[in-house]
């Protein structure tokens, strides 16, 4: 009970000192003199950041100079004090104010300094990285929505770019701005992009019958949003030449893998060389197929020498590679 009675005692002499000593102790040595505004930066700021301090003890005023009042408020934001709270938290500094003259308005403002980044750099710069990533492609990019004006403080800045989910064509893709200033982190902004692809596509050019053999003049490229496209397009002719369709197919219908017959490369019965990858080994034994492949297709094989049967896949006409 003694120490806080103490303590308050302190609080009010030190207030009841800036409230009224005035210029009656001039004589004694050191006056403060606090001003009306004050731009202050960093994370605190003191007493001699918001006020003049003249007298001679030059070794004193440094230490009153150096008295923390409180947190800086955000960039750009003012907090205002009276001197009734500049004295309650000078009282918490334990310094003794004794012979000192205090001219402190009755209210006084302090504001953080900032410096402005704009919503429109950050989308700019973004939206560079973007493209430096996809060059030598046929891309547009949006922005979607609108992106905030940023304060912070004052310091050199310095802005990274990350994907954190990589780019995407058939939704938005999210992009974090990371603003360093002074060597800090500062702010993260999360900004979205419409992202579009185009590609020259094979377009079926007149209508084909199932199980029409493909011909150079069925073709034509048009260029398409591939976001918008189903899998397994084409962009080369040659990958689809002499090939068949399952089914009927309209003019303007972009061909797709799974439109296509592909030649059996395998049949039923045949001997083949089954390729078993273990790590960065291949193992070879001989086999016999069960089923009818195409290249790329999962089909049954035999191993001759076991005479287990395993999945593996078509990769020529005597070749089946499977995955330990």
């Known amino acids: ?29 050191l006056t403060i003199n606090v001003a009306a505004e004050s731009l202050v930066s960093g994370q605190y700021f003191t007493l001699g950041d918001i006020a003049t301090i003249s007298g001679e003890d030059n070794q004193r005023i440094d230490n009153l100079r150096q008295i ?13 004090l009276t001197g009734e709270l500049l004295g309650v938290r000078l009282s918490a500094s334990h310094t003794d104010f004794t012979g000192i003259s205090w001219q402190v308005p009755p209210q006084f403002r302090i504001t953080a300094l900032s410096q402005l980044i704009t919503g429109q750099r950050l989308v700019d710069q973004a939206e560079n990285y973007l493209k430096e990533r996809l060059v030598g492609s046929d891309i547009v990019i949006t922005p979607a929505g609108r992106t905030q004006d940023v304060l912070v403080p004052p310091g ?12 995407k064509y058939n939704a938005p893709t999210n992009v974090t701005v990371g603003i360093t200033v002074a060597g800090q982190l500062y702010n993260k902004a999360n900004l979205r992009f419409d992202i579009k692809k185009y590609e020259q596509v094979a377009v079926v050019s007149r209508a084909l019958a199932a199980r029409e053999l493909i011909d150079s003049a069925d073709i034509t490229f048009e260029r398409r949003d591939i976001g918008r496209m189903p899998p397994g397009y084409f962009t080369d002719l040659n990958k689809i030449l002499g090939l068949s369709v399952k089914r009927q197919l309209a003019p303007g219908t972009a061909i797709t893998d799974s439109m296509l017959e592909k030649p059996i490369l395998v049949k039923r019965g045949k001997t083949v ?40 896949q078509v990769v020529d006409e005597t070749t089946i590679q499977t995955h330990i």
């Open 1 to 29: 009970m003694k120490i806080k009675l103490y303590r308050l005692t302190m609080v009010l002499l030190c207030v009841a000192g800036i409230l009224f000593i005035g210029n009656s102790a001039k004589a004694q040595g």
């Open 68 to 80: 923390r009042l409180g947190n800086t408020p955000a960039p750009g934001r003012s907090v205002v």
């Open 156 to 167: 050199e800045i310095v802005v990274t770019i990350e994907l954190p989910y990589g780019v």
């Open 273 to 312: 060389r089954i390729v078993a990858q273990i790590g960065h080994i291949a193992v070879s034994v001989p086999g016999i197929a069960l089923q009818n492949g195409s290249q790329g297709q999962f089909i049954r094989v035999q191993n001759a020498n076991s005479k287990k049967m395993i999945t593996g």
